[in-house]
């Protein structure tokens, strides 16, 4: 087993048949509640599946899995409708062996001073527990929990949550891991409930770095909250993002930059740790991530991924492309210089007859099964990407509606529709 490992959180990106749906108060009839959990519960089958295939080892569950769950007015019993689908999952969940999470929203906040709000929380973190224990999951299958506001006075915020912490049912806090924010409580903080409540802390290293203890650098504190994890909790693990750029502080990135990623891996050394990637792209960078950082890695495996970017490249630099391509003819894979060239593309503005040259080349595969007007809807939009690119989402959409009805797999994967 790595020492490192790599996942992602809530959603992928080009993995068919994972979209999770929502659904309003205003339209949750036990009949469309039904409807809508029995697709979204697919869809968590299909992304642990995927985690699998991919070599994913964790990844974190959306807690919209079921919609208004812990709504007061939504009576939905979803354990007693769904239960053949939970049966399904748990035997998903035991044959891939994926850690799972779970992380409660903003509005979840154990140590407000308003009771109304604690009552919600406290609702909203049993249907966690509750949903992680219908799915068989084990004690390594963690509800992610900030530790909320200070409202004015952070010693008595903090004391508040404590209680409100140990008031909780009992499979209820035995799946609770605190996490430190980037501006009201540290990692410090975290440890000291932790350490009252016999919890594990989760180091955020993103929030650490705008929001840190007054003394201890980072590696002290990691390994102080590594202290925190035993057995029956599972292997310690960490949040890692990093700051978009332009964004405001905080903001996580639309990728994992590889340079300052390869810096935070090295800077781990020999622990042995769960990583939870925080960032836009999902499954693609924990993909990213586990392929630079895999020793073992094939010429095969880095193909297949290229498989997935080609047309994206494609569409931005035709020299990375080329370069790509001349990289993956080499016995030895270099991940590195892989995603060098895809990172460069992606800084590339679209441009509108490169962008023509790549939908040229999809369209390669759907071009026999369009209908006329769709083939003429086609060929004018591509014809217009010569002047801009104003057409391009209007042929993209085309195209994948073409390759979703006739199951053109291996478009179906290519990122080149969703990034």
């Known amino acids: ?75 939905f019993d979803w354990r007693a409708r769904l239960h053949e689908e939970f049966e399904a999952l748990r035997a998903v969940l035991k044959k891939t062996g994926i850690r799972v999470s779970m992380h409660p929203g903003q509005y979840t906040v154990l140590n407000s001073p308003r009771q109304d709000v604690v009552e919600h929380a406290v609702a909203d973190l049993v249907f966690h527990a509750d949903f992680l224990d219908a799915l068989g ?94 057995p029956q909790h599972g292997r310690p693990k960490l949040h890692y993002s990093q700051q978009l750029a332009g964004g405001k502080p905080g903001m996580h990135s639309r990728s994992i930059a590889m340079r300052e990623f390869m810096e935070f891996h090295q800077s781990l050394g020999q622990r042995e740790v769960d990583v939870m990637l925080e960032v836009k792209d999902k499954n693609l960078s924990a993909e990213k991530c586990i392929q630079l950082t895999n020793p073992g890695l094939t010429r095969q495996e880095l193909t297949a991924q290229w498989a997935r970017y080609k047309y994206l490249v494609l569409e931005r630099d035709q020299a990375a492309y080329t370069g790509i391509r001349a990289l993956l003819k080499a016995e030895t894979p270099d991940a590195k210089g892989f995603y060098a060239l895809v990172e460069q593309a992606m800084e590339k503005e679209l441009y509108g007859p490169q962008a023509r040259n790549a939908a040229e080349h999809v369209w390669g595969y759907v071009d026999k099964l369009a209908s006329p007007a769709e083939k003429k809807r086609a060929l004018t939009g591509m014809a ?36």
């Not at 959180?9 to 108060?25: M, Y």
């Not at 469309?32 to 979204?40: E, F, G, I």
């Not at 509606?401 to 478009?411: D, S």
């Open 384 to 419: 217009e990407l010569k002047n801009g690119i104003a057409a391009l989402p209007r042929v993209k959409r085309l195209l994948l509606t073409l390759a979703e009805r006739h199951k053109v797999e291996y478009l179906l994967h290519s990122i080149y529709f969703y990034v």
């Open 1 to 75: 087993m790595p020492m490192i490992r790599y996942g992602f959180a809530c959603k992928t990106i080009g993995v068919p048949g994972a979209d999770l749906s929502a659904l309003t108060l205003a339209r949750a009839t036990p009949e469309n509640m039904l409807t809508v959990c029995r697709h979204n519960l697919r869809a968590l089958g299909t992304m642990l599946r995927y985690c699998a295939s991919a070599r994913i080892p964790l990844m974190r569950i959306s807690s919209d899995i079921i919609p208004l769950a812990s709504h007061p007015q939504n009576t």
């Open 137 to 230: 999951a084990d004690g390594s299958a963690r509800i992610v929990l900030h530790l909320g506001g200070g409202y004015g006075d952070r010693a008595s915020a903090l004391a508040r949550l404590a209680e409100n912490l140990l008031a909780l049912p009992p499979h209820v806090l035995a799946r609770i891991s605190l996490e430190n924010d980037e501006r009201t409580f540290t990692i410090e903080d975290a440890l000291c409930i932790c350490g009252k409540c016999g919890l594990p802390a989760i180091f955020d290293v993103f929030h650490h770095s705008l929001n840190a203890p007054a003394k201890g650098n980072l590696a002290y504190w990691l390994d102080r909250a590594m202290e925190s994890w035993t």
